[in-house]
């Protein structure tokens, strides 16, 4: 099959990508190996990191302020029930070091226009009732919100089916090759061509870069999360903890083999990291355990278990609630921590959007918004400097 742009990949990033390349009426295939939303992007906690513009607008303002405006447009202009609310997050603040570590980020966010706000347990208790009274504070931030993964990544794949998208599910990309300005990309069901290619393949980039001899500096990271059985609404905003950040920001890798801010250090844990919600068919769902494991999407009972003890300090009715359902994915960390966005150099009209690491649910729109403008224009927006390839050539 021919098209103007094939995208390998049907994750959160590659669709919205395929979904504004074909609004603007570019020729566009999806490739992916499994299902739509079938990895990462459709097993996530479904949060939304996005805590203002700021004063001086970089990649992660437009990643997050970006995808939260796509993620409005998705559900209320084009009517995709998403799940979609700005919900605001509640970080929890464990100790008096992690206290002070907090003050001081949030007057230096503050003083940069981003809007956070350091709330003692009794006020942030007003806004989200079931939170622990007895910690040392919260983290208050108005503008993050949350959707439904799995969801949300459909809608994109639709909307973009509506605008005349092709998409080749079950499909392996097994080589790719380039002649006289053209992309031929093998599959297990057939040959493809294209003008340009986006590889847009979450923790497998790695593979299929090295199909064209590049290297894209991308690993694996398994992610785990648990829920409860369903209950009446509770908890309605998301919910955190800054305990790893505080780890990170003192020892950010683990060795030098590894991407930064993971939580074990081979099987030894080196920090506790929080994330969850509840869902809106009732289900509390958390997650935080980051393992550099290979491909391995094993289950870790124990990192369960230390999971829901960090998330039993922050909301007590969790303590007495047995873990219904467990689940993993891998998730696409790049070596310096930092998104890969952008052109490949050496290799004409050859992209990638990858590296978005743990956020990728809460940034993939916007990551593909400017990978289908920069394949469109041919010339990327400034912020994408940030990312660029090219950081990674040897």
């Known amino acids: 099959m021919n098209a103007d742009v094939i995208i390998i990949g049907g994750g959160i990033a590659g669709c919205s990508a395929a979904f504004h390349l074909a609004e603007s009426g570019v020729s566009t295939l999806l490739l992916d190996r499994g299902e739509i939303s079938g990895e990462a992007s459709g097993v996530n906690m479904g949060g939304l990191g996005a805590s203002g513009w700021g004063n001086s607008p970089g990649l992660q303002e437009y990643l997050t302020m970006g995808s939260l405006n796509i993620f409005k447009k998705l559900q209320l202009e084009l009517g995709y029930d998403i799940e979609f609310r700005q919900s605001g ?123 064209v001899g590049v290297n894209i500096p991308v690993k694996p990271v398994v992610g785990q999360m648990w829920s409860t059985e369903p209950l009446p609404p509770r908890v309605f905003g998301t919910i955190a903890s800054i305990e790893s950040s505080f780890h990170w920001m003192e020892k950010p890798y683990v060795d030098d083999k590894s991407p930064p801010e993971l939580t074990h250090f081979g099987d030894e844990r080196v920090t506790r990291h929080l994330y969850g919600r509840q869902r809106r068919s009732g289900e509390i769902i958390f997650g935080g355990d980051r393992r550099n494991s290979g491909f391995s999407k094993s289950i870790d009972a124990a990192g369960i278990e230390v999971n829901k003890t960090h998330a039993s300090e922050v909301l007590p009715l969790l303590s007495g609630l047995p873990v219904s359902s467990t689940w993993s994915g891998l998730m696409p960390f790049s070596d ?27 940034r993939g729109p916007a990551a593909g918004m400017l990978i289908a403008d920069l394949v469109c224009r041919g010339e990327s927006h400034p912020v994408l400097l940030e990312s660029d390839p090219a950081r990674f050539a040897s």
């Open 89 to 211: 997050s509640f970080t929890a603040i464990h100790t008096e070091n992690q206290y002070s570590y907090a003050q001081s980020m949030v007057i230096e966010s503050q003083k940069n226009a981003f809007n956070l706000q350091l709330l003692s347990p009794y006020e942030a208790k007003s806004l989200e009732p079931e939170l622990n009274l007895d910690l040392f504070g919260y983290i208050y931030s108005p503008t993050r919100g949350q959707a439904d993964p799995y969801k949300t990544t459909q809608a994109f794949s639709k909307a973009a089916l509506h605008a005349g998208l092709k998409v080749q599910t079950t499909t392996e990309v097994i080589g790719i090759t380039s002649s006289d300005s053209v992309w031929h990309v093998e599959t297990n069901k057939g040959n493809n061509a294209a003008q340009s290619v986006v590889i847009a393949a979450g923790a497998w980039s790695k593979n299929i870069g090295e199909m």
């Open 336 to 362: 310096d921590g930092k998104p890969v966005i952008g052109r490949i150099p050496k290799h004409d009209n050859l992209f990638v959007v990858s590296g978005l690491g743990s956020s990728g649910f809460g």
